[in-house]
Each structure stands twice: as C-alpha cells, then as structure tokens.
Nanobody
C-alpha cells in the first residue's frame, strides 16, 4: 500500500523559508511523478510543483520554490522561500506511478496517491 507522509509545515514569518518533506513507501519516487498542491481555506486545491522526467511549477511560484528528490531516502521535498501570507494553506504531496504525465502534470486528477497534508501558516 502506497503511503505518502508529509512533514515540515509550521508557522513562519513573511519572508521566511520552509522545507516540506514527503516520505514515500511502496512507491519509488525515482520512477514516479511527485507533486505538491496546496489548499487555502475556502479555495480550490492549487498546483505548486511537480517533478518527474521534467520539473514544473505553478505560475505563482516565480522562483520561490524548488522541488527535488532524494532517491536514497525515497523522499521528495519542496523548498520554499520568500514566503507570503497568501502562501498559507495545507500543502499536500501527491504521486503518480509513472515518470511522465505528458501534458497534464499540473492537474490533481492525474495523481493516484495523496498524503494527509501539512499546514503552512505565514504571518505578516
């Protein structure tokens, strides 16, 4: 059974940084597409970043996030910097068991597996 476990969320001041982790079991991240989505209260889930054969970022990221994988630890990460209050939300790790999702790596319905989410709160 595939499990994704996120960690690293918390409270940070605007302008600060956080690194989120997504530890996978029963899924080899090296051969998968791993993504991060976020959801703010009252808003739809939003694509943040994905890493497979290629790397993709949401339009709002603008160089503030980096997604990467540690294959030895079978873990994916999202490094976030210059955080803003509007970055507040629950951040979810998602994975698909293929390295290339073609034209749709930013769509949440492409991902079979999801973590439980980790809260990120950015104070002004």
């Amino acid at each position: 059974q595939v499990q994704l476990v996120e960690s690293g969320g918390g409270l940070v001041q605007a302008g600060g940084s956080l690194q989120l982790s997504c530890a996978a079991s029963a899924l080899i991240v090296r051969y998968a597409t791993v993504a991060w989505f976020r959801q703010a209260p009252g808003k739809e889930r939003e694509f943040v970043a994905a890493a497979g054969t290629l790397t993709y970022y949401g339009d709002f990221v603008k160089g503030r996030c980096t997604i990467f994988r540690d294959n030895d630890k079978n873990t994916a990460y999202l490094q976030m910097s210059s955080l803003k209050p509007e970055d507040t939300g629950v951040y979810f790790c998602a994975a698909a068991p293929v390295p290339n999702l073609g034209a749709a790596p930013k769509k949440s319905d492409q991902y079979m597996y999801w973590g439980q989410g980790t809260q990120v709160t950015v104070s002004s």
